[in-house]
């Protein structure tokens, strides 16, 4: 039997476990955190936004993962972590808005569920919303929206793959060492213990270019930290909708109350949390009237693995066979597709051509081809390198 040590899991090493053990594959999971999805995974906004994704091909990509979480559910069963609502979107001047128009026709013509509405349609969209805090014309709808519940995932698809019966975890085990034979790497050592494998996946997340490093690698890849903060049930109208509006991206919760992240707020941070979450609290309620009434019940800091040119780092490692890399921002939406590749890669499966640009050996270049990132350097969001 194959046998992988997955290093990480969040939500990619949850579903490159999941695809190895349907593959046959035998996987030992090794964690530093105490469980699945408390860390990256466990603190993002966690919605779909495969609408911001360029070029053509990394939409595509993203949106074969969003699809993939509609085949995942049907596999795995059991309560679901993928909740459908519109994503609607505004600008506060002409040239912000002219850019989602020409977003919205770019998405339009690559297949994307999108259309503009008149702002009056809000009420019945989102009756949460202030009409007044609307302060144009026109808004973007984008219908095939979601957001994820990022530990439900990995659970669930960790689970799934335990089920299977060839699957074992290491929670609290922080990885000090990849054990080599000449250049193969042969396995994971975390203190004292070691574990023999094939082959070894880094699904570490904001600490991918550690792992790397123990192999003496250099992974190119910014830890940038953002804060979301989250309310308790809103009385009265529930948010029906992922809101993304100039200083704020809002969402729902599982519990009738809502989830605030802001470019704005994140390029501020400096390692903690002090006053943001009452600011975040502001900005929603301004928006949403209902957040008046609902206090804040959490705020976390999650530290985003950012590769330098912004797309995912999958493939094996140069200079280090056995070795396998999967790291990756918006990993949420790009989990289902990443981890099936990646399983059918590493067992001894062909190339496979959609992953072919992300591979870590290309030449990485500063450029940033993902929108959502663009928004994060236009606002100065800073990298833990940086704070």
Known sequence: MYRVVVVGAGVLGASVTYHLARAGAQVIVVEQAPGPATGTSGATFAADVTHLKTPYAYYRLNRQGSEGHLRLAEEVGGPGWRHPVPHVQWADDEDGQGALRERAARA????????????????????????????????????????????????????????????????????????????????????????????????????????????????????????????????????????????????????????????????????????????????????????AGARITDARIGVRPVPLDGLPLVGAAPGAPGLYHLVSHSGVTLAPVLGRLAAEEITGGPPAPELAAYRPDRTVADAVHDENLRAMNHHGAKSQAEV
Do not use: K, M
Not at 227 to 234: E, Q, V
């Open 108 to 291: 339009r013509e690559w297949g994307h569920d999108c259309r503009l509405a008149p702002a009056s349609a809000l009420r019945d969209l989102v009756p949460a919303v202030d009409p007044a805090a609307c302060p144009v014309e026109e808004v973007v709808v984008h219908g095939g929206g979601a957001w994820f519940d990022a530990p439900r995932f990995a659970r669930a698809l960790l689970g799934a793959a335990a089920r299977r019966g060839a699957v074992e975890t290491h929670y609290g085990t922080p990885v000090t060492g990849l054990p080599r034979a000449g250049e193969r790497v042969t396995g994971v050592r975390a203190g004292p213990r070691t574990w023999h494998a094939d082959a070894v996946v880094n699904c570490a997340g904001p600490g991918a270019d550690r792992v790397a490093a123990l192999a003496g690698l250099r992974l190119p890849l910014r830890r940038v930290p953002g804060l979301i903060a989250t309310s308790g049930p809103l009385p009265g109208h529930p948010l029906t909708a992922i809101l993304s509006v100039p200083g704020l991206d809002l969402r729902p919760t599982a519990d009738g109350g809502v989830l605030a992240l802001s470019w704005e707020v994140d390029a501020r941070l400096r390692g903690a949390v002090e006053g943001f979450p009452q600011e975040l609290h502001r900005r929603a309620r301004a928006l949403v009237p209902g957040v």
